[in-house]
């Protein structure tokens, strides 16, 4: 076994965004990812099953989002569950610190069809772990669907706002954008 | 230039579908594919820019999307201009004799991360057509955001339910599948 490395993901995911800055995603391959993170090519294997996925994290942010919907108020209706997770990860994720690595991220994953897919991808998963954790709540299956679904939209507003202002804080544009939401009267 | 082939389109659709059915995704070539179908490397080529694509049309469904909502009544809401486009969507498109091929291709998909992932990604750039079109009625934009999630909830139920069903018509389930979503109040 190869020794413990302190914050091995977040190293390669760094490195790994430079080379793609710098090179492109296509023309930077996983052993010079590693190399760059001054790490080898199996520990890199250890945290990420292919090239794709080292922008993507480990499932922490999943995590979070279910726990925040489940330490949401007992009175909270779905969409407010969903606003209280959105808030708990403005407060424990995306972080002040995290917003000019997240900034350079998006711009990476907008320009590669490849990395967009699994972005794709990866917010299905995410909206459906959003499902189960209001159905878990009580919340009917269809009424967690739609939910989920308005959750991802007030996700990505508030992401893609957060990224590119310099001051205001992830929740605070969350909860915003999920009230200009419910002010389109859209499903009423 | 090679010689028009009638739908070649379709016949490399059915060949990769039965293929990929026969040996999985991975162990199928797309020479295979074309060598199935009566016809060359070259003409698959000019259809589909990969193999990831045979079995995703060539945007057909966009544009009759985009005709669908384009051609509702003018007084119809957002909502119920996607039904429009929807219903239109069923009786041109997802019509009975195509129910088989769209049930076994959901099938192949479902199994398949990287056909999952080409599917994630067509349906983000649906739901932009469907804002697009909504937004060219007049619909403001943030509306026609939420509509277009909703719509595209709306579509996944539906399809779901067309595939695995066999005697009720895509329109009428999307119809039906709406009058749900109203009825959960999940944005009043």
Redesign the interface.
């Known amino acids: 076994m190869a020794r413990w490395q302190p914050d091995a993901p977040g190293r390669l995911a760094a490195a790994a965004l430079d080379l793609f800055e710098e090179h492109g995603y296509e023309n930077t391959t996983v052993i010079e990812i590693a190399e760059r993170a001054g790490l080898t090519k199996s520990t890199f294997f250890r945290y990420f099953p292919d090239k794709r996925e080292v922008l993507f994290g480990a499932g922490t942010i999943t995590d979070l989002l279910i726990e925040g919907v489940a330490s949401a108020p007992p009175t909270a209706g ?2 407010d569950a969903l606003a209280h997770a959105l808030d708990a990860l403005g407060r424990t994720f995306f972080t002040a610190d995290r917003r000019e690595f997240s900034r350079r991220r998006q711009a990476v994953l907008n320009a590669n ?1 490849e990395l ?3 972005e ?2 990866k ?2 998963d995410l909206t459906a772990a959003m499902v189960k954790a209001l159905n878990r709540r009580g919340v ?1 299956i ?2 967690a ?3 989920a ?2 959750g ?2 007030v996700w990505e ?1 508030a992401y893609d706002q957060w990224i590119d202002t310099t001051g205001e804080d992830f929740g605070p544009l969350a909860r915003r954008a999920l009230a ?3 002010a ?5």
Chains 1, 2 share one sequence.
Not at 184 to 188: I, K, N, Q, R, S
């Open positions: 779905p969409l069809t967009r897919e699994r794709a991808l917010r299905i009917p269809l009424t669907r739609v939910t679904q308005l991802a939209l507003i200009d939401l419910r389109t009267g859209a499903l009423c």
